[in-house]
C-alpha cells in the first residue's frame, strides 16, 4: 500500500485529494494547520491526520516522521498547502508580503526538503506542487500571488531535473477557478481608501473574479491524473 502526506487538507483540493486516495486504497497522512478542522477525516480507515503549519519547521519535520511512523515510507508528497493575496502592492505591509512568500513558495520547499532525504534513501518518490492557471498568466492586482505561483513552477521545473536521476518525480498541477475556500479565508486581500488611484481597477478586477466564480469546477475534479511515469 502506497501512502501520500498531503498538505492544506482540511479543505478544498487537499480535503477532496485525500478522500480520493483514501477511497483508491492508499495510506494518507492528511496534515493541517488545525487538525480540529478535519471533519471527519480522521475517522476513515488508513489515514492519519497530523498538525503542520508550512511556517513552522518543527511542526513540518514532527508531521514527516509521524507519517513515516505510522504507515513506513512516503511515497507521494502534495504541496497543496497556500492562498493567495491580492491587491495593490502599496496596500501591502512588508509582514503581509512576507507571509505570502512564506506560505507559498518558502513552506512548499521546507516540506519538500524534509521528505526529500527519505525519498531519496529509497530512490524513489512524487512530489506534486499545486501551482495554479496564474502561474502561467497574470492579472491586476495580483503582484504577490502571481509572483508566488510564478516561484513554484520555476522551482518545480529545476527540481524536476536535479531529482529524476534519483527515482524522484515532479508534478505541477495548475488549476483554473475550483469551489474552494478561496475567497474565503485562503484570499487576502488589501486596499487603502487613501491609494484611491487603484480604486478603478480594483472595481473591474471584482467583475472579472465574480464572472470567473460563477462556475468553478468541482476539486474532486483535479484529484485524477496526479500520478503517472514513476508511481
Known amino acids: 500500500?502506497?501512502?501520500i502526506l498531503i498538505t492544506g487538507a482540511s479543505s478544498g483540493i487537499g480535503e477532496a485529494t485525500a478522500r480520493h486516495f483514501q477511497a483508491n486504497g492508499w495510506s494518507v497522512v492528511a496534515t493541517m494547520r488545525n487538525p480540529d478542522n478535519a471533519s471527519d477525516l480522521a475517522g476513515l480507515?488508513?489515514?492519519?491526520?497530523?498538525?503542520?503549519?508550512?511556517?513552522?519547521?518543527?511542526?513540518i519535520a514532527e508531521a514527516v516522521a509521524a507519517g513515516i511512523d505510522r504507515f513506513g515510507k512516503i511515497d507521494v508528497l502534495l504541496n497543496n498547502a497556500g492562498y493567495g493575496a491580492y491587491g495593490a502592492l502599496e496596500a501591502?505591509?512588508?509582514?503581509?508580503?512576507?507571509?505570502?512568500?512564506?506560505?507559498?513558495?518558502?513552506?512548499?520547499?521546507?516540506?519538500?526538503?524534509?521528505?526529500?532525504?527519505?525519498?531519496?534513501?529509497?530512490r524513489t518518490g512524487t512530489i506534486i506542487?499545486?501551482?495554479?492557471?496564474?502561474?502561467?498568466?497574470?492579472?491586476?492586482?495580483?503582484?504577490?500571488?502571481?509572483?508566488?505561483?510564478?516561484?513554484?513552477?520555476?522551482?518545480?521545473e529545476a527540481l524536476h531535473y536535479e531529482l529524476e536521476p534519483l527515482g524522484i518525480y515532479v508534478?505541477?498541477?495548475?488549476?483554473?477557478?475550483?469551489?474552494?475556500?478561496?475567497?474565503?479565508?485562503?484570499?487576502?486581500?488589501?486596499?487603502?481608501e487613501d491609494l484611491a488611484d487603484y480604486a478603478p481597477m480594483a472595481e473591474a478586477?471584482?467583475?472579472?473574479?465574480r464572472t470567473l466564480a460563477s462556475n468553478p469546477s468541482e476539486p474532486r475534479n483535479r484529484c485524477r491524473g496526479y500520478l503517472g511515469r514513476g508511481q
Open 1 to 3: 500500500m502506497k501512502t
Open 45 to 59: 480507515e488508513n489515514v492519519h491526520v497530523a498538525q503542520l503549519d508550512v511556517t513552522d519547521p518543527s511542526s
Open 92 to 122: 501591502f505591509s512588508m509582514e503581509r508580503i512576507r507571509r505570502q512568500f512564506d506560505t507559498n513558495v518558502i513552506g512548499l520547499m521546507e516540506v519538500t526538503k524534509a521528505v526529500l532525504p527519505h525519498m531519496r534513501a529509497n
Open 129 to 156: 506542487n499545486i501551482s495554479s492557471i496564474g502561474g502561467q498568466i497574470t492579472l491586476p492586482l495580483g503582484t504577490l500571488y502571481h509572483g508566488t505561483k510564478f516561484a513554484v513552477e520555476g522551482l518545480s
Open 171 to 192: 508534478r505541477i498541477v495548475e488549476p483554473g477557478m475550483i469551489k474552494t475556500n478561496f475567497g474565503g479565508s485562503s484570499f487576502d486581500f488589501a486596499m487603502d
Open 205 to 209: 478586477m471584482g467583475r472579472v473574479f
